[in-house]
């Protein structure tokens, strides 16, 4: 059965940094496409980032050089960096994962994604 479970969430000030972390159970995370999205209040989810197989990374542009996507393979955890944490960052976060080692090309919808996690609540202050 699989599983994403994610952590790391919480409330930090502007400016602050985080690290989310999704634990992946019954498949190997590096197999898989692997994709972070977030949902603000009032808002619909967004997809942010994705990492394939091989360790290709890409990005929504507003995320651009403050998120890094990564996974530890050993560990089966996916990760989110967060820098400079803005106001605007505040929002649930959801790990997902769709079986093709391959991400497509343009693959950020929901319906991409296969597995989802229940998320992490991210709240920053200004």
């Known amino acids: 059965q699989v599983q994403l479970v994610e952590s790391g969430g919480g409330s930090v000030q502007a400016g602050g940094s985080l690290r989310l972390s999704c634990a992946v159970f019954?498949?190997?995370?590096?197999?898989?496409?692997m994709g972070w999205f977030r949902q603000a209040p009032g808002k619909e989810r967004e997809w942010v980032a994705r990492i394939d197989s091989a360790g290709g990374t890409t990005y929504t542009d507003s995320v651009k050089g403050r998120f890094t996507i990564s996974q530890d393979n050993v560990k089966n955890t996916l990760y989110l960096r967060i820098n400079s944490l803005q106001p605007e960052d505040t929002a649930m976060y959801y790990c997902?994962?769709?079986?093709?080692?391959?991400?497509?090309?343009?693959?950020?919808?929901?319906?991409?994604?296969?597995?989802w996690g229940q998320g992490t609540q991210v709240t920053v202050s200004s």
């Open positions: 019954g498949y190997s995370s590096g197999s898989y496409c």
């Open positions: 997902a994962a769709d079986p093709n080692p391959n991400c497509r090309n343009t693959q950020s919808r929901n319906y991409e994604f296969l597995y």
